[in-house]
């Protein structure tokens, strides 16, 4: 069975930190770039931050850039996301989605969801 597990969300106050993680099962980890999306009450999901399968290409959204940091852990097919200096507008449900590869490509994967609410 696919899984792509979230944890790590929680309340906040501004300027704190968290580190979300996404553990994957079920499938060829090294054959998958993952990524960080969320959405926020109202609004659009977005793309937060995306690696490579090979480790060799990461992304960020330009409202992210210099405070989030994705890495991946091969040895423990898990994908973490620190979050750095965190914003109230970075209050969403965050998930992590797998697709083949490379980032950018139709996702096959999903995770069910963190809750981060960052307070002001």
């Known amino acids: 069975e696919v899984q792509l597990v979230e944890s790590g969300g929680g309340l906040v106050q501004a300027g704190g930190s968290l580190r979300l993680s996404c553990a994957a099962s079920g499938f060829t980890f090294d054959d998958y770039a993952i990524g960080w999306f969320r959405q926020a009450p109202g609004k659009e999901r977005e793309g937060v931050s995306c690696i490579s399968s090979s480790d060799s290409f990461t992304y960020y959204a330009d409202s992210v850039k210099g405070r989030f940091t994705i890495s991946s852990d091969n040895a423990k097919n898990t994908v973490y996301l620190q979050m750095n200096s965190l914003k109230p507008e970075d209050t969403a449900v965050y998930y992590c989605?797998?697709?083949?590869?490379?980032?950018?490509?139709?996702?096959?994967?999903w995770g069910q969801g963190t809750q981060v609410t960052v307070s002001s």
């Open positions: 989605a797998a697709s083949p590869f490379e980032c950018g490509v139709p996702l096959d994967y």
